[in-house]
């Protein structure tokens, strides 16, 4: 019986992962078809859809996958779907500001998808503005450690117009203008600096510090959002230190 019950969470644990990944593939495909039918496919031209390829490469997406997703969104594939862009704005357990990006081609459904993840996970619905003013708009490039130090990072990107790089343990973050995030990526490459994503996101002005019971609930309203599939990204203004992550797990 022990060994029926150990396949049994092995097997249910797998089918959790491959539900997420499912839903991570997904995402990176429908951000690709975007950025070619809104730049056009030739990643060469088209910083945005050589960083979305880029991201999905990393996430191990088929190449097969990124090609068509590339011959959908420059109008070469006929099966190609009209994909709309909506922020949908916010508040979680503890106060914590959420900003909910979709792209759907379906506005109702992603409306009251969302809506009914808010609800049913201790959040509500916020008026246009009254969440977005928290956030700013950002270039951020992520870029493993190896052996770099924080200096060999500035260094590399001071001069493409780097705010700042900050440690985040494994990863070095690169914060930028959104209209510098190309230069920034860029002057890594040059610098021979391998890096993990680039892309415009959000970030918080303002941040709420939870408490290991706030970051359960809070983890627990973002996971029920990102299962939407019409679900892009998630922002939240919420801060855990190491000892609460450490807690949650």
Known sequence: MSGHSKWATTKHKKAVVDAKRSKLFARLIKTIEVAART??????????????????KRNSVPAENIDRAVKRGSGTDADAAAYESITYEGYGPNGVA?????????????????????????GSMADPGSVSYLFTRKG??????????????????????????NDLGETYEVVSEPADLVAVRTALQQAGIDYDSAEATFLPSVSVELDAEGARKVFRLIEALEDSDDVQNVYANFDVSDEVLAEVG
Request: aromatic fraction near 2%; charge should be negative; proline fraction near 4%.
């Open 39 to 56: 730049g056009g496919g030739d990643p060469d031209g088209n910083p945005t859809l050589f960083d979305a390829i880029l991201k999905a």
């Open 98 to 122: 959420l900003l909910v990006e979709c792209l759907t081609d379906n506005r109702n459904r992603a409306a009251s998808e969302v809506r009914t993840a808010m609800t049913r996970n201790g």
């Open 140 to 165: 951020v490039v992520l870029l493993p450690k190896n052996d770099l130090g924080e200096d060999d990072v500035l260094l590399a990107v001071i001069d493409a117009g780097a705010e700042e790089v």
